[in-house]
C-alpha cells in the first residue's frame, strides 16, 4: 500500500500526481518534486475556486503563489495546509529551474504534499471517504520507479516552463489593461477638474455680474429681489 492510497477515494483525479510524486521519491528526487508541486497545484485549485469560491473556474489562471498568499484564501484554509504547501511549492519550482535537489529536500517535500492531502481530505473532500488526518508518511511505503532519462526529464521541465510562461503572458496582458484602466481613470479625473474650474469659474463670473447690477440697479434706485418677486423702484 502507498501513502496517497487514500486520494484515489477522496479526490480520484489528484492521485495520479500523488502516486507519481511518491514513486519517484528515491529513484529521481527533482521529478518527485515536480509531481508533488503538481499534485499540490491540483489541491489548491479545487481550493480555491470550488470550495472557498474565491474566483470562477472560467476566470484567468491564477499563479499557486498568488493562490496561497491571498489573504482570503489564507483566512478560509487550514494555515499547516498552507505551510505544507508552500513546501512543496519551493521544492518543485526549485526541481523544474535545475536547482539541487537531494534526498532529504524530496523527502520533506512528498511528506508535506501527504500531510495537506490529508488535511483537506478531512476538512474538504471531493469525495466522502473516512480519512484519519494524524495517518503519518512512512517512506518505506513508497514505489520505485527507475529515474527518468535526460530526455524524459527535460520534457517534464519544458511542459512546467510552457504552463508557466503562459501563466506570465496572462498576467502581463491583465497589467497592460489595468495601465489602460489606469490611464483612463486618470484623464476622467483630469476632466472632472476642469469642468469643476470651469464650474468654479462660472459660478465666480455669475456673483461679479450680480454685484454688477446691483450697484446699477442701486444707482437707479431700483432693489432687486435675489428670490424672485418684481423689482420695486424706491420713491424719494
Not at 501563466?167 to 497592460?176: A, F, H, S
Not at 479625473?189 to 459660478?203: E, K
Not at 454688477?212 to 420695486?232: C, I, N, S
Request: proline letters at 4%; a negative charge; charged letters at 25%.
Amino acid at each position: 500500500m502507498g501513502n496517497f492510497d487514500f486520494v484515489y477515494d477522496v479526490f480520484p483525479d489528484m492521485y495520479d500526481d500523488c502516486a507519481l510524486a511518491e514513486a519517484y521519491l528515491h529513484a529521481d528526487y527533482a521529478v518527485a518534486c515536480f509531481y508533488a508541486r503538481r499534485a499540490a497545484y491540483a489541491l489548491t485549485d479545487y481550493l480555491y475556486y470550488f470550495v472557498f469560491q474565491l474566483a470562477g473556474p472560467s476566470d484567468e489562471p491564477i499563479a499557486l503563489r498568488d493562490q496561497l498568499s491571498d489573504p482570503d484564501f489564507r483566512e478560509l484554509a487550514d494555515l499547516h495546509l498552507i505551510h505544507d504547501l508552500d513546501i512543496v511549492r519551493f521544492a518543485g519550482n526549485a526541481a523544474a529551474h535545475g536547482r539541487g535537489i537531494g534526498e532529504p529536500d524530496a523527502l520533506r517535500a512528498v511528506a508535506a504534499l501527504h500531510r495537506a492531502f490529508l488535511i483537506a481530505a478531512h476538512q474538504w473532500p471531493d469525495q466522502y471517504a473516512k480519512v484519519d488526518e494524524h495517518t503519518p508518511f512512512d517512506p518505506q511505503a513508497t514505489g520505485d520507479h527507475v529515474a527518468l532519462n535526460p530526455f524524459q526529464a527535460q520534457e517534464l521541465i519544458d511542459d512546467y516552463d510552457s504552463a508557466l510562461h503562459e501563466q506570465m503572458d496572462t498576467i502581463d496582458e491583465q497589467l497592460c489593461q489595468l495601465d489602460e484602466q489606469t490611464q483612463r481613470l486618470e484623464e476622467q479625473n483630469n476632466q472632472i477638474a476642469r469642468l469643476a474650474q470651469q464650474t468654479l469659474s462660472q459660478q465666480e463670473r455669475i456673483a461679479w455680474l450680480e454685484a454688477q447690477l446691483d450697484h446699477q440697479l442701486a444707482q437707479g434706485g431700483v432693489t432687486r429681489k435675489r428670490h424672485g418677486g418684481r423689482r420695486q423702484r424706491k420713491r424719494t
